[in-house]
């Protein structure tokens, strides 16, 4: 047996443990090559006797696929349930409040005609009426349907989300909500009554609620962004580093308490019981925020680190934590892919190291190991940052040490002093603790937002190829193995350095010039990228829809899109018209990018009163962009392009707002030709009879509506490629089939994003869709089709 066995006997079997979980979840690995994996694991116990490994990695094999099952099974459902108008009864289990709506999840739901049951929850959006309150009873009309992905390069998996939590389906509720059951449980009461206490300024009621009640929806974007530019997201969620917090300061006051009598100290294991009153106490805490799945993971993480303090004069804490590491993925499988799991179990082993750095009794020897924790947090946790955000945290050191500090010692404390109150009814009390607690968060909130204004307290970044991320974790290894001292510490810092700067300066993987239309819903999205050869890029995005206060729409669509390809900027933002689905996510785009070089509008009327556009012309503005108002007949170079636009005359101002959009001709650099049409409609087309060309791509006109794309029209522009930029299975029923039809006839190829984003180089003479590889949900699939066999 290895010395390294020897002192950590469970690091290999955790590590198979959480290898076999991983390889029995991971959709792209299908049962075939899964159950190779579980023969040559037998072979090997059987023939080899590697048991030590072999054996957990059986195990885990076995748990992660039983357990995947099993959460198929929970969001499985018949054909039923997808009625455009289905009546429906159910439980509110979570309100989430946005700006123009409010996100419910209902759970316990069935069918009030049939009463067939749902195994997993619903989420559905609720417009424009008041939502009803956790805990109650409610029936309503539902229309539904499965979570589903769009189909983009760098996407989020939204169809995992939902797995991993249970969403069997996901829509809208289409008429009022009728209760039937209004008796709310003491639970549900205590959290009103924490709610009635909070201060009413919306940053810092906001981030009260996300420390307190896990609920993040009523935290200002600005104030999110800040907290993710400066890497210190972790301080919103209730996770391990508040789960510690609380633990901590229930473990000192029930330590003050047991040590002020000496018969006490004498005869009670007083450090036991402190740290089992910490525990109790941040199980409260996490009951009161109604146990979300980071708290779940942190409190699991919480009592292993209790255990490694118990046992720490027998074993190593490592090895007791590498046991909860076992314990969490056998709770909670799909955490083994989760981000805040491995957040938790770092903050929780940070939190270790720290405690038994602070039993020297020196404050600087206490400050000296805090900063020492933070830098290796840091270095650890900063590829999964980078990948996971695509933000690299220049100030991270510097902040953390400044806002953790105060959200341990002034913000959380006083925070969950007033929630005990309002637990208590002390209203007065707590109110006056909330308010306290509020003017440090409101401090924090400042210095964060003076940091992001400064030199790198925003730097987008694109993702590293995995060779980084290797080479990376060896230069690591290395430094903690041979390195000792304040000299490890110097070398995990230029590391650090080293790694933010090829970050930084790492070129673009684009070679050739490439138009891209995003799959963003209903709305349009597009954006051509050209290859300089001096081997930079000029890119050009026109028009990112979204809802207003949204936060994820097609803006951070477009942005992550640009990102996998090593993109961080945009030369030019051409925005056709003011209407949310073109102009929506303007604001996403211009937060997620490190800079927007100019933006181009039309010089009309409607432009100029929008407030919405007024609003995005000076956020261009901020980050010193120029604003470029353009008009008919202008002709504009764009890198190795010409842009001539078409469409509208100068100060147009007509009833339809769609005729106001920018129509411009795109001339390429190897002679084709490349039509933006906008939501221009017949009037448009037949005023500008005479003066169009064929082209070799387009987008077609208003989505593929029926008000556009004339016959007379279709004829002129004779194009080869034509696209449709349509929201999957929308009400508009875009792109119509007879305008569809009109495009056929004169022999384009039709595209439509609903079916995933598509990409076009001049170079080529067909466009192509990005769609899953096949392999991403085939195991989800044979799954749901094993329980219908069954079942």
Not at 48 to 70: D, E, K, N, T
Not at 167 to 188: C, F, H, Y
Not at 436 to 445: F, K, P, R
Not at 717 to 728: D, L, N, R, S
Request: glycine fraction near 8%.
């Amino acid at each position: 047996m290895s010395s390294l066995q020897q002192r950590l006997p469970l690091l290999m079997p955790t590590l198979a443990w959480v290898l076999g979980i991983a390889l029995a979840r991971a959709e792209g690995m299908s049962y075939t090559v899964l159950w190779w994996v579980a023969a040559c694991c037998v072979l090997c116990i059987a023939v080899l006797r590697h048991r030590y490994f072999f054996v957990p990695l059986l195990l885990g094999i076995c748990w992660g696929s039983a357990s995947f099952i099993y959460d198929v099974y929970r969001i499985s459902y018949d054909d039923t349930w997808l009625q455009p108008h289905l009546s429906v009864q159910a439980t509110v289990l979570d309100v989430q409040y946005h700006p123009a709506s409010a996100r419910i999840r209902l759970g316990q739901v069935h069918q009030t005609i049939g009463h067939q049951s749902l195994h997993g929850f619903v989420d559905v959006y609720l417009y424009g009426k008041k939502p009803p309150s956790i805990g109650q009873t409610i029936q309503t009309l539902v229309h539904v349907h499965p979570p589903r992905n769009h189909h983009n390069p760098a996407g989020f998996d939204y169809e995992a989300y939902a797995l991993e939590r249970h969403i069997a389906l996901v829509g809208s509720i289409k008429a009022s909500w009728q209760m039937l059951d209004d008796a709310p449980s003491i639970l549900e009461q205590a959290r009103v009554r924490i709610q009635a206490a909070l201060p009413q300024d919306k940053a810092t009621r906001g981030i009260l609620e996300a420390l307190l009640l896990a609920t993040r929806s009523g935290i200002p974007i600005a104030i999110q962004d800040a907290f993710a530019a400066t890497g210190t997201a972790h301080v919103l969620a209730i996770s391990g580093l508040h789960v510690g917090m609380v633990a901590a300061w229930g473990a000192f006051l029930a330590f003050f308490i047991l040590t002020r009598r000496e018969a006490w100290m004498v005869s009670l294991p007083v450090p036991r019981m402190a740290l089992a009153c910490g525990v109790v106490l941040a199980a409260a805490y996490a009951t009161l925020a109604q146990w979300p799945l980071p708290t779940q993971r942190a409190l699991i993480m919480l009592l292993f680190a209790c255990l490694a303090w118990f046992w720490r004069a027998r074993y190593s804490a490592i090895n007791t934590l590498c046991l909860g590491l076992i314990c969490m993925v056998l709770w909670q499988p799909s955490a083994v892919f989760s981000v805040s799991l491995w957040l938790s179990f770092l903050a929780t082993l940070s939190l270790l190291l720290w405690l038994e750095g602070g039993k020297q009794g020196s404050v600087r020897q206490a400050v000296v190991g805090l900063l020492q924790v933070s830098i290796v947090a840091t270095v650890a946790t900063l590829p999964l940052i980078v990948t996971v955000f695509g933000l690299l945290p220049v100030w991270t050191l510097p902040v953390n040490l400044c806002l953790v500090p105060l959200y341990a010692f002034v913000v959380l404390p006083l925070a969950l002093l007033g929630e005990i109150a309002a637990v208590l009814h002390a209203h007065e009390l707590a109110t006056w603790l909330m308010q306290t607690s509020a003017w440090g968060i409101e401090l924090g909130n400042q210095g964060l937002l003076w940091v992001e204004h400064m030199w790198g307290g925003r730097v987008h970044v694109a993702a590293p190829p995995w060779w980084w991320h290797l080479v990376y974790g060896v230069l690591l290894v290395w430094l903690a193995k041979y390195w000792r001292g304040a000299r490890r510490m110097l070398g995990f810092v230029l590391i650090l350095v080293l790694y933010g700067v090829l970050l930084v300066v790492q070129p673009s993987h684009v070679r050739k010039d490439v138009w891209t239309a995003w799959d963003v819903g209903q709305g349009a999205a597009t954006t051509y990228v050209q290859a300089m050869p001096d081997g930079s890029t000029h890119v050009l995005v026109v028009d990112v829809p979204g809802r207003a206060g949204s936060r994820f729409n097609g803006g951070t669509t477009v942005a992550s899109g640009l990102r996998s390809m090593g993109i961080t900027h945009v030369d030019v933002l051409l925005l056709s018209h003011a209407q949310s689905d073109h102009d929506g996510g303007a604001f996403r785009l211009l937060a997620s990018v490190n800079h927007v070089r100019a933006l181009w509008l039309a010089d009309v009327p409607n432009n100029h009163h929008n407030r919405t556009m007024r609003a995005i012309i000076h956020a261009v503005q901020v980050q010193g962009g120029v604003i470029r108002w353009l008009q008919q007949g202008d002709v504009l170079p764009l890198g190795g392009a010409t842009v001539q636009v078409l469409w509208p005359p100068r100060g147009f101002a007509p009833n339809n707002a769609n005729n106001t959009s920018l129509v411009c001709s795109v001339g390429l650099a190897n002679g084709k030709k490349v039509l933006l049409a906008g939501d221009m409609e017949r009037q448009v087309e037949r005023a500008l009879d005479g003066q169009w060309q064929a082209y070799d791509m387009m987008m077609l006109p208003h989505h593929g509506s029926k008000t556009s794309s004339t016959a007379a029209f279709v004829r002129a522009v004779q194009p080869k490629i034509a696209i449709a930029q349509t929201g999957y299975h929308n009400h508009f029923g875009f792109p119509k089939a007879a305008v569809v039809q009109r495009y056929q006839a004169v022999g384009a190829q039709i595209y439509n994003t609903a079916d995933g984003a598509v990409s076009w180089s001049p170079d080529e003479q067909k466009a192509k869709i990005y769609v899953d590889d096949g392999k991403k949900h085939q195991k989800k699939n044979a799954a749901l089709q094993w329980l219908q066999l069954f079942l």
